[in-house]
């Protein structure tokens, strides 16, 4: 989160047409779970106008990029890289060493989609994996980041959004903030209308 050293999510091996879901997801858990950005690699266009869609309406600061060179962007990191995959080793293992390193220095969280080169387990500070059991990368990312910040970033304030979600125990409400400008609705709002790819 913006109070700490940077958290930059990495999605590696998008799939045009097969992925456009599963990468938007990623980028919306990156974002709501406390990361500073996400860098996705290929062809990724939709995804990333979702993700910038979703931040100027509920928040940010939050930052979606694209990359035709993840290799680039692995080696050029300034700080700690942690690859989340269910071969790697348990995370509840290695959690406080990771901890101990982003108080030091940035960190980077490689998520994969088809499979990834083995160059990127070499290159990798830690193989992490949340379970050793397949389970989607969307929940791995969720966990990691959860036990990163430890809860804090459920608590996360968010600037300039025009849109607030009202926490109800029956219901859904979406209402417009302070800084929304002109006709803007309470009415309730499907939240998967929110994040659908079109």
Same mark, same amino acid.
């Given at each position: 989160m913006h109070a700490d050293h940077e958290v930059v999510v990495l999605r590696l091996g998008h799939r045009p047409g097969r992925d456009n879901r599963m990468t938007t997801h990623v980028g919306l858990t990156a974002r709501a779970l406390g990361a500073d950005r996400v860098i996705i690699s290929g062809a990724a266009s939709g995804s990333k106008e979702?993700?910038?869609?979703?931040?100027?309406?509920?928040? =940010?600061?939050?930052?979606? /990029?694209?990359?035709e $060179?993840?290799?680039?962007?692995?080696?050029?990191? +300034?700080?700690?890289? %942690?690859?989340?995959?269910?071969? =790697?080793?348990?995370?509840? /293992?290695?959690?406080? $060493?990771?901890?101990?390193?982003?108080?030091?220095? +940035?960190?980077?969280? %490689?998520?994969?989609?088809?499979?990834?080169p083995f160059d990127v387990y070499e290159r990798a500070d830690y193989n992490v994996g949340v379970t050793n059991q397949p389970h989607s990368e969307v929940a791995g990312l969720a966990v990691f980041l959860d036990r990163l910040f430890e809860g804090r970033e459920l608590e996360r304030e968010w600037a300039d959004a025009t849109h607030r979600v009202v926490p109800m125990a029956t219901g859904k409400k979406v209402e417009p903030t302070e800084a929304a400008e002109g006709g803007a609705?309470?009415?309730?709002?499907?939240?998967?209308?929110?994040t659908d790819e079109e």
């Open positions: 979702t993700i910038e869609d979703i931040t100027d309406r509920f928040g =940010g600061p939050f930052d979606a /990029e694209l990359t $060179e993840p290799r680039a962007v692995l080696r050029a990191f +300034p700080g700690t890289v %942690v690859h989340l995959t269910m071969y =790697g080793l348990p995370v509840q /293992e290695v959690e406080s $060493e990771i901890k101990g390193e982003h108080g030091e220095g +940035p960190v980077l969280i %490689v998520v994969g989609a088809e499979k990834v609705t309470s009415e309730p709002t499907n939240q998967a209308e929110l």
